[in-house]
């Protein structure tokens, strides 16, 4: 009788733990990660090194360039310069990146000077769900001080995220 | 999502702890009515040894050998794979192919089974078409798991089981991650089609890298519910819902791992998940417990 019993209610438990599977097997995309690929760059007054505190909130740059393309023109029309710089890093080399500055000391100087930064990182890659693609979590954030010809340049925070404002000082 | 499989543990819980105290009631009833038949029947000189309460004796009844029957239907009906299709590059392919057998044996008059797991897993995802982040994973690997359970309904089955158990689980893999990316700045545009004649053709030149990790381990422990049922002669199905909690991942580098094998996505650190299996028990003969005379004569007065 008991034998019978549990076989009856045997499958009552298949059906119901068989739905609750199907259930458990939607892949939901919830893309809540923080994590960012840029660095966010605000450019100093040399002599404001110690405290931070003498932004350039109107910084002349011309371009940036990476190694295969540019990531910064200013406009003809800009002539009110940039506060802050947001540098993609190279999405094919797992540890560094390579900037080259052209900047200028004001708009009507025709001299044109040339700087640049290469930074090293650590990058850990991530799925987070199948239909949402992978994420980058980058940190150990550096400054390679033998291929930056910046006079100083200082990380001030070494994790990259999205609601960062700041992750390297530029001093000029 | 994961308050819903929460409750819905919970209320096959109530359902699997609903069902064990009416089933004892059912067993209580029936073996009032066999003990007042069996007074009136058996001589006097056997009425003395009525102890017919299984006695704990450590004996091997049997040794069961099963496979998992809900991952080769759901990877090949519910949810098929899908293989990649070079021709169509950026469409969402996906394979998933697990396999799991089990050994267990039973002993102590079918109170407990010590359980050995083994399985493989292979799981591909192709989602090249995410034109920012898009990728493919590819995870393969086997596990085991070890551990016992307690058949909390052993009074009442002879050979059917209603368990409750703990195990070990350790999983051994591989991985390979290519991932793609569109990015302006570093020179790498998004897909775009160009009209080559009267036909369209995709030009895809965004970045590819890729990674690939080989000996990862992962280990987790289980709390597990089960239902073991014979259904014709030696043959047994049943099910597992499994509580599973995993530790750290060894040997991750550049690369999380997505999928462990026999855990499923790591997503979270703790999953629940099911397993139907079908079985087939070797019985070994053991010597009855009960004295001859007394489980002729049960034998006999329940037949009448």
């Not at chain 2, 994973?137 to 089955?157: E, L, V």
């Not at chain 2, 080559?196 to 690939?212: A, C």
């Not at chain 2, 239902?227 to 991750?252: C, D, P, T």
């Amino acid at each position: 009788m008991v034998g019978s019993y549990i076989k009856q209610y045997f499958f009552l438990h298949c059906c119901l733990l068989l739905s609750i599977s199907f259930l458990v097997s939607c892949e939901d995309c919830t893309f809540t990660s923080k994590n960012s690929t840029f660095i966010k760059v605000r450019f100093y007054r040399q002599k404001g090194k110690n405290d931070g505190r003498d932004r350039i909130t109107r910084f002349i740059i011309d371009s940036v360039r990476t190694e295969r393309g540019t990531l910064y023109r200013r406009p003809v029309s800009n002539l009110t310069g940039i506060d802050t710089l947001s540098l993609p890093i190279n999405p094919t080399d797992n540890n560094s990146s390579y900037y080259v500055f052209f900047r200028r000391n004001n708009f009507t100087d025709n001299i044109q000077f040339r700087d640049t930064l290469q930074v090293s990182y650590n990058r850990i890659f991530s799925v987070i769900a199948p239909n949402c693609g992978y994420d980058q979590k980058v940190d150990e954030l550096a400054i390679s001080p033998n291929k930056t010809t910046i006079q100083s340049a200082f990380v001030f925070k070494n994790s990259l995220n999205i609601n960062d404002t700041l992750n390297i000082r530029i001093f000029f | 999502m994961y308050k819903i499989l929460i409750i819905c543990w919970f209320l096959v819980l109530i359902i699997f702890i609903k069902n064990n105290v009416i089933a004892q009631n059912n067993n209580n009833r029936l073996s009032e009515v066999s003990k007042d038949s069996t007074n009136k029947n058996i001589p006097d000189s056997l009425k003395k040894e009525k102890k017919y309460k299984k006695p704990f004796k450590f004996t091997v009844e049997g040794v069961r050998f099963g496979f998992d029957i809900f991952y080769p239907i759901f990877d090949n009906f519910v949810v098929p794979s899908r293989p990649f299709n070079a021709d169509k590059p950026l469409e969402q392919y996906r394979i998933k192919q697990r396999y799991e057998t089990s050994v267990d044996v039973s002993f102590a008059q079918n109170r407990f089974f010590a359980v050995f797991d083994y399985g493989y897993s292979r799981v591909e995802r192709y989602r090249k078409g995410l034109f920012f982040t898009g990728f493919t994973y590819k995870n393969t690997g086997s596990y085991f798991r070890i551990g016992a359970d307690y058949n909390f309904m052993h009074r009442n089955f002879k050979d059917e089981a209603m368990t409750i158990g703990f195990r070990y689980g350790s999983a051994r893999f591989d991985h390979e991650f290519e991932f793609l990316g569109a990015n302006q700045a570093w020179g790498y545009p998004t897909p775009r089609n160009v009209q080559v004649g009267d036909q369209f053709v995709t030009i895809d030149e965004r970045f590819v890298g890729s990674i690939k990790e080989s000996n990862l381990t992962a280990s987790w422990v289980e709390l597990t519910l089960g239902l073991r049922v014979n259904v014709w002669k030696q043959l047994f199905f049943g099910y597992h819902a499994r509580l599973m909690i995993r530790s750290n991942i060894k040997g991750e580098d550049r690369l999380l791992a997505n999928d462990l094998p026999g855990f499923g996505t790591t997503n979270r650190n703790a999953r629940l998940i099911f397993n139907y299996f079908v079985a087939y028990r070797l019985a070994f003969k053991t010597k009855p417990l009960l004295p001859s005379k007394v489980q002729k004569v049960i034998e006999e007065t329940t037949q009448k």
